[in-house]
């Protein structure tokens, strides 16, 4: 549904003061405080259409409205041109990564900081993409562990086999259905590098007919996710900011806190939700509440991260020379300050990645 431009400017402003104020937003607040020329009626009316609509929701009769996740969405992707970063932010920034970048140690005062100033948890880290440069995939091996979950042993030419836990559809975990999957996952694999076996599996995948045969749909999901994973070497991350995280539901903490404590499931999700640009043309991405999620359902190892009320900005640089790819990510509440936070993380992923290349 196409939004009237009278519509779009009462969406906005509901996300503005949402941002703001944390709270439910009544029609009088809006005339008030976001110069709305409208009467207070005619903004109640519209606010009942955007909430047929999906992009507000009233938390009950009497309260006013409330941003849903497509309503913020839609208000996020608006910023097309976000104001230039303050200077003060700059100069904090190009403080805390003053020195050349060459382990860990080099991004924790930039971590700290970013997270301070955004009042987020951030993330900063640097991986190495091997997928272009490695030989061809030589074997597959999916060995049971316990239950659904299994290790991937996946051998590349002139390299050591590398184990991956992955979780396995339950109709395929017994009675066969491993070594089933093991055979598919060969000859969708073998004999290629991980970026042709990665286009191969991306075009299947986008084929109607593998919805339609569950042991191909369940093969090219791990074929993706592994080719994905074992093409990331997660060389340097910090975290900063973990403690804002509380007041989060139980089950949301619970899952940003297993993402944080695996590092390479941590950079494969930041890495598809997040395009990797040249230096000079870096670009923020913003997910915001249940789209924080990998961009094909269930294909990280554990299955599909949802985060409600949560949002992510994130910007992924590759320098010019090596081969190494930096990111700059920032998770909080779905009320961060949108139009300070992405050209923030785009100037940090900017100078981490020029300070990891020199």
Known sequence: MELSPRRQRILFAVCREYIVSGRAVASGALVQGHGLEWSPATIRNELVALEEA??????????????????????????????????????????SLSEPVSGPEGMRVAAQVLSEVASCVAVTFVSEDRGGRDGKVQQVDLVPVQGCRAMVALTLAGMHTRLHPVTIDARFAEGGGMLRLQERLRGLCVGKTLAEARAELSRLWAEHEARLDRLLAESLRLGLWLCTAAALDPLWVQIAGQRLLAGQSDQTLAQVLALFDDYHGLAELLC?????????????????????????????????????????I?????????????????????????????????????????????
């Open 314 to 358: 994130g910007c992924r640089v590759q320098p010019i020379e090596d081969g190494r790819t930096a990111a700059v990510a920032l998770l909080g509440s779905d009320r961060m300050d949108y139009e300070a936070a992405i050209p923030l993380v785009e100037y940090a992923a900017q100078a981490l990645a020029a300070r990891t290349s020199e």
């Open 272 to 312: 598809q939700l997040l395009p990797e640009h040249s230096l000079d043309q870096a670009r923020a991405e913003v997910h915001v509440a249940a789209e924080l999620r990998p961009a094909l359902a269930g294909l990280g190892p554990t299955g599909p991260c949802v985060l409600a009320g949560m949002s992510l």
């Open 54 to 95: 999906g992009y507000v929701s009233q938390p009950h009769q009497s309260a006013g409205r409330l941003p849903t996740a497509l309503g913020m969405r839609l208000y996020v992707r608006s910023l097309v041109r976000p104001p230039p970063l303050r200077p003060e932010l700059r100069r904090a920034v190009d403080v």
